[in-house]
């Protein structure tokens, strides 16, 4: 049974292999993360545990009983009760649940672990699916997202207020 748990340095090489091969993937709904994500990824590891560390950030990876990655589940700028969230799925789990299961329990945590009362998400209007994650999840569309906020794509801000569960 997959785990979610929280991102430590020990991750970095299943966190890696998932990007890698789910590459072409995530570029056919979402910015492509380029080359330099890639070539820099030991220093982009360090440095995302650092701001987790510091409290701006709460990262998750979605293990598979072999040690692999299922999916990356990520609280950015956490501040005033608050916080964006962001996440990805492996291709080969993609359309099973897994997302919408994964994003309920980081609603739990964010609340339990990290005093989170309200999670906001983006997503462009062609990602069709991750909408429809997000309000299996309990999200409800908020308004128009800027286009800089999607790399390029016009889209939508979805909110959650986590002492209501869905």
């Known amino acids: 049974m997959p785990e979610l748990k929280r991102l430590h340095a020990g991750h970095a090489p299943a966190v890696l292999a998932f990007e890698l091969a789910n590459r072409a993937y995530f570029a056919a709904s979402v ?3 380029g080359d330099d994500f890639f070539d ?3 220093d982009r590891h360090s440095a995302s545990l650092a701001e987790q560390e510091a409290g701006i950030c709460a ?8 040690g692999s990655v ?3 589940f990520n609280l950015y700028d956490l501040e005033d009760g608050t916080a964006r969230l962001g996440y990805r799925v492996a291709q080969h789990v993609a359309g099973c ?3 919408t299961a ?4 980081l609603c739990r945590l964010a609340a339990a672990r990290h005093g989170l009362r309200t999670l906001r998400a983006a997503t462009s209007r062609e990602n069709v699916a991750s909408q429809k994650v997000l309000t299996k ?3 409800v569309p908020v308004g128009p997202a ?3 906020d999607l790399g390029g794509e016009p889209g939508t801000w979805y909110q959650r207020d986590l002492a209501v569960q869905p």
């Open 40 to 42: 820099q990824f030991t």
């Open 59 to 66: 990262f998750y990876v979605l293990v598979a009983e072999d």
């Open 137 to 139: 999840a309990g999200f």
């Open 97 to 99: 649940g897994v997302a």
């Open 70 to 72: 299922l999916g990356r």
């Open 102 to 105: 994964t994003v309920r329990e």
């Open 31 to 33: 910015s492509d993360r």
């Open 146 to 148: 800027d286009p800089a």
